[in-house]
């Protein structure tokens, strides 16, 4: 859009196509396709300049496009070509760039760039008319009566906002307007980045502070979007051309690195490529093995990380074979013929990354022989790192979500590559299988944003976290989230704003705070209370990663002045002691008057025989017996009990799945009847584990009271990772009452689990 000049000022990268405008000095690409000629852009301004040709002919000044479209779709239909060139020809005409070029040949160039990546013709006619309805007379609705509703809508979603309307917002605002149309139809952001690309390409003429305010969003905004939407040849290009303007001195020596090295009279990694093709023959391969040269700044990146570059870091080998299986057969010929370093290999096919990329990674290491300096000084062995891939994921890597095709067409023609297409939509639906996870929930969270500044710094946040994770519910659903995500993250990601009233959760089973950072295949389930006033801390702002959840507790917070501590159990503030309030020193209290009791109720607390049974009825098969209820187990009416005789005469009585009862069998002791009778009053101990969170105790004791229940005794053990174990000895009136006692307990936020005493049996 608008891009503004040719003959860039600071030398540009070489462009990975033949095509490209830049005026670097070319290093040779030995993967790509048989290039041609260089395009003379003063040629085609003339060929514009006069006028379209005889109607149903194709323009001149279009034919390189028809043969990079042909190249990819053969049986296209031409027509919708011609004639969106001849509406954006005469519309723009009398248009000049700043360098002096018919303007004409900017749509030109960025239709090129997507008929060379493959984008279908719906696309390539969207993107001739790119610039029609922003800079020209021509109207959307003039588009959708020529062209259909499916261009107009990509003409749409590229098209800039006024600056006289928005201001200062207009640059956001248009970015949110151009994501929201591609959440739709991802072919828009397939067009706003080959326009992109084309104006970086020509952005020499322009004022310095400009170039470097366009590079800096290029490189925080539509270079992350390449990435994510896999279309590799525009992210890489783009990466070296914003290299070249803002770091322009490690750009120069970067250059300088890499013709010394295309200088040196021998290439090791043509050397490995020449025995590995002598591999892979003998082995009955069919496979093309083709040196990838690194781009600048990955050349760049590996002279920071390793030091001093040599051969074989300057580029890559790729393996191209026809099927996947053929993937794994290269892979077995290489490790067993080469030395290969383990710990390089990566198997991208069984798990494609996030953006499509599907490809098998993996190194091998030069021969010692091959690495000794002239002089004989042994050096550092090199190693070649390897690609290996069909021709189909080669190309998918290269042009991502453009080598899908129409996301509007049926399944069987819409796509070339359908790794990331999920079940077939419902009538009326868009079949796009190109809305990823990430895309989602940008388009969900940018909802959310107040205001415009907010979105767009978020936005370059949202996108500088470039690699993502794949997290299961316990439903067998999943939650793709950024790397680096928390608990907090997959809460707001599964329960939107209802994930303030979230207490906790379980990481694989295990029980985790909310700050627990994720891994890829971790499963999570979270807890949530049942609190309708639960709030959010304010100390989960640190452990929030996404923009959704971020924006989610903000916003709750601007709402709610002095709110955000409720929920602090998550994030290590201390558990509440039995002395922080009066509700908790009843408990105190009721442990006094357990103490003060009569001497067989005290020791039935402490577990020593009594003469007689405390709460339920229970009769035993043995004339004149006492009864004492197992504390380890305390059972209620109406558990299934069983009973030992003690020393004194005293029968304990158990439930029947009591590790103790188990134990006791296996010691040979026998076991006697014993029943319910009269069930009264009984006495049962209930475990209840929740997060610590203050006047939490003081709940818990009001939710039991309300029950009509006393309280013989409780303990609160020291908090373990914010989690707190109570334990309560409880007097029942009527044992019927013990489903609901365990339900209102249950019901008090921060509470997890209640569940009956189970004591480990002696010795296990």
Request: charged fraction near 25%; proline fraction near 7%.
């Amino acid at each position: 859009m608008s891009a503004e000049a040719t003959n860039p000022a600071t030398p540009g990268p070489v462009a990975p196509k033949a095509s490209a405008a830049a005026t670097a000095p070319a290093v040779p690409r030995a993967d790509r396709r048989k290039s041609r000629p260089r395009i003379d852009l003063r040629r085609l301004g003339r060929a514009a300049l006069l006028g379209p040709a005889v109607r149903g002919k194709l323009p001149d000044a279009i034919g390189h496009v028809v043969e990079a479209h042909r190249a990819h779709h053969p049986d296209a239909d031409l027509d919708p070509l011609r004639r969106a060139y001849v509406l954006a020809e005469s519309s723009h005409r009398g248009q000049m760039r700043k360098s002096g070029e018919p303007y004409i040949t900017h749509p030109l160039a960025v239709t090129l760039i997507l008929a060379e990546l493959g984008a279908e013709t719906t696309t390539l006619t969207a993107s001739l008319l790119h610039d029609t309805v922003e800079d020209t007379d021509v109207t959307l609705d003039q588009v959708r009566e020529q062209f259909g509703e499916e261009v107009r809508y990509l003409v749409d979603g590229v098209t800039k906002l006024e600056k006289v309307d928005y201001g200062a917002a207009a640059e956001p605002e248009t970015f949110r307007k151009m994501l929201v149309a591609t959440g739709s139809d991802v072919r828009v952001m397939s067009i706003k980045l080959a326009d992109r690309l084309h104006n970086m390409r020509t952005l020499g003429v322009m004022r310095p502070e400009k170039q470097a305010r366009i590079a800096k969003v290029t490189r925080d905004v539509l270079i992350p979007l390449a990435e994510r939407l896999g279309v590799q040849a525009l992210k890489t290009e783009m990466e070296d051309l914003v290299f070249a303007i803002l770091h322009p001195e490690e750009y120069e020596h970067t250059r300088q690195l890499i013709a010394e090295n295309a200088a040196r009279p021998d290439d090791p990694l043509a050397e490995v490529a020449d025995e590995m093709r002598g591999v892979l023959r003998e082995a009955g391969i069919q496979a093309e093995v083709l040196i990838r040269p690194r781009h600048f700044v990955s050349v760049h990146r590996v002279a920071r990380k390793r030091g001093q570059l040599r051969g074989t870091d300057f580029g890559r080998l790729l393996v191209l074979v026809n099927e996947d299986a053929d993937c794994y057969a290269v892979l077995g010929e290489l490790h067993t013929c080469m030395t290969p370093v383990v710990s390089e290999f990566k198997d991208f096919i069984a798990v494609p990354k996030f953006n499509l990329y599907q490809s098998l990674h993996t190194a091998v290491a030069l021969p010692q022989a091959r690495t000794d300096s002239p002089g004989g000084t042994p050096i550092a062995a090199q190693v070649v790192e390897v690609l290996i891939r069909t021709h189909q994921m080669h190309k998918v890597a290269e042009a991502g979500v453009v080598a899908l095709g129409n996301p509007y067409a049926p399944a069987s023609d819409a796509a070339v590559f359908d790794a990331s297409a999920s079940d077939a939509p419902a009538d009326g639906e868009r079949a796009d299988p190109t809305r990823p996870g990430w895309l989602s929930r940008l388009l969900d969270w940018q909802q959310a944003a107040p205001d415009p500044d907010t979105f767009w710094s978020t936005l370059r946040e949202d996108l500088a976290q470039d690699r993502e994770i794949t997290v299961f519910r316990p439903d067998g659903g999943t939650l793709g989230l950024p790397e680096g995500a928390t608990c907090v993250d997959a809460a707001y990601a599964q329960y939107g704003e209802d994930a303030h009233a979230c207490i906790g959760a379980r990481v694989n089973g295990r029980l985790a705070t909310l700050s627990t950072v994720l891994k890829d295949g971790d499963t999570v389930q979270l807890l949530m209370g049942q609190d309708p006033a639960s709030e959010p801390s304010r100390e989960w702002l640190e452990h929030a990663h996404t923009p959704a959840a971020r924006i989610a507790i903000q916003r709750w917070l601007a709402t709610h002045p002095g709110g955000g501590t409720g929920a602090q159990d998550m994030t290590g503030t201390r558990a509440e002691t039995a002395e922080d309030t009066a509700p908790a020193r009843r408990a105190d209290a009721a442990q006094g008057t357990a103490a003060s009791r009569p001497a067989d109720a005290a020791a039935a607390a402490e577990g020593t025989p009594t003469t007689r049974s405390r709460g339920a009825d229970v009769l035993v098969d043995r004339p004149g017996a006492s009864v004492r209820l197992a504390r380890c187990c305390t059972p209620v009416p109406p558990d299934e009990i069983t009973g030992f005789a003690v020393r004194g005469g005293v029968v304990t009585v158990h439930r029947v799945e009591c590790a103790a009862v188990a134990h006791m069998k296996g010691k040979g002791r026998a076991e006697l009847g014993v029943r319910w009778g009269d069930t009264t009053e009984c006495r049962v101990t209930l475990v209840a584990e929740s997060f610590g969170r203050p006047h939490l105790l003081a709940d818990l004791t009001e939710a039991i009271s309300s029950t009509g229940v006393d309280i013989v005794s409780a303990t609160v053990e020291p908090p373990s990772q914010q989690r707190v174990r109570h334990t309560y000895t409880l007097l029942l009136p009527d044992a019927a009452r013990l489903p609901a006692l365990m339900r209102a307990m249950r019901d008090v936020p921060g509470v997890y689990d209640v569940a009956r005493a189970q004591h480990q049996a002696p010795g296990s």
